[in-house]
């Protein structure tokens, strides 16, 4: 059994303003968040980011813990830089610094409602590529779990 860490299943924001936090992330960042709730959680937002669930929880899903006080910093994958970059910016978004190529990616920024950093990059070839032979190897979260199962 491989006890080495290599997949991220979740990110969970938690937020003094969980609807508003939610709102931007739906209609400015474009995530498909819908209304959660299931055990004993208040209400929140979920969705699906390619294997990862992505969520924004209200700090009361958080009692006691210290959560809601931090910063976080995310990056998310966009396909067409220049068409995200074109949207953003008719909706008065103002971005922490203009696209640039980084060589793996060609990469831009902003902050959200709570002070999150959030970049989005446009990957390259190269790394979608690096992508493909981790998978052709057996390295990716579905083929990991079936390995595990026999």
């Known amino acids: 059994m491989n006890e080495k860490i290599e997949f991220l299943s979740a990110v969970l924001l938690i937020s003094k303003d969980p609807e508003r936090l939610a709102a931007f992330y739906r209609d400015v960042v474009g995530l498909p968040l819908e209304d959660e709730k299931h055990g004993d959680t208040e209400k929140h937002y979920g969705c699906e980011l390619g294997d990862l669930h992505f969520a924004i929880h209200p700090i009361s899903n958080f009692k006691g813990t210290g959560y809601g006080t931090g910063s976080v910093k995310l990056a998310f994958t966009v396909f067409d830089m220049d068409l995200f970059v074109k949207k953003l910016k008719s909706r008065g978004i103002a971005l ?3 696209p640039k190529d980084v060589g793996f990616a060609k990469m831009t920024a902003l902050t959200d409602p ?6 989005f990059t446009q990957l390259s070839d190269r790394w979608f590529q690096h992508l493909e032979s981790r998978r052709k190897e057996g390295i990716d979260v579905v083929s990991r779990w079936q ?3 026999h």
């Open 96 to 98: 922490a610094y203009e």
């Open 114 to 119: 709570d002070g999150n950093y959030i970049e």
């Open 147 to 149: 390995t595990s199962k």
